[in-house]
């Protein structure tokens, strides 16, 4: 089962207006400035409603104004109530230079080639951290499934 963030319970929110233009896009919906505003009080809503259900909040996109993904992760830390776990899908090679790497427990970088495939490839150019007091360690095999071994 394909899983946003490996050993979490995750909620994932889309974030559109996505400013990269990956050849192939798999949602390219989501490069248009679409859907409901996402703000601190829609996300107490959808936290009134999952929050006890998940250990995450995954962040899906949001290239386009990445110090908005960062004060959203940081509101979902602050409610302690929940104690959740942030991660940030991102669609850019590198992390972006306006938010801290601490306000995420999971980050994945990288646009999406087609060439190459996504996380759940060995060539995929993306990568997926797990955060370790700032520390960044590369957990991408994750996502790959083993190759399956033949009997003969
Ligand atoms: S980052 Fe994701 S949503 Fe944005 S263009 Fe690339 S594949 Fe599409």
Redesign the pocket.
Known sequence: MFQEVPNEVTLAINLSN?P???KG????Y??KNIGEELNEQTIDLLLEKYGDAITCVCFM?G?ADPRMVEQLALHVRKTIKYKLKTAWYS?KSEFSKLCSINSFDYLKLG??VESLGGLDVSTTNQRFYRNENGQLIDETYRFQKKPKRHLQ
């Open positions: 996505c990269n233009g990956c896009c798999h949602s390219p989501l490069q996109g290239d669609g646009p999406y």
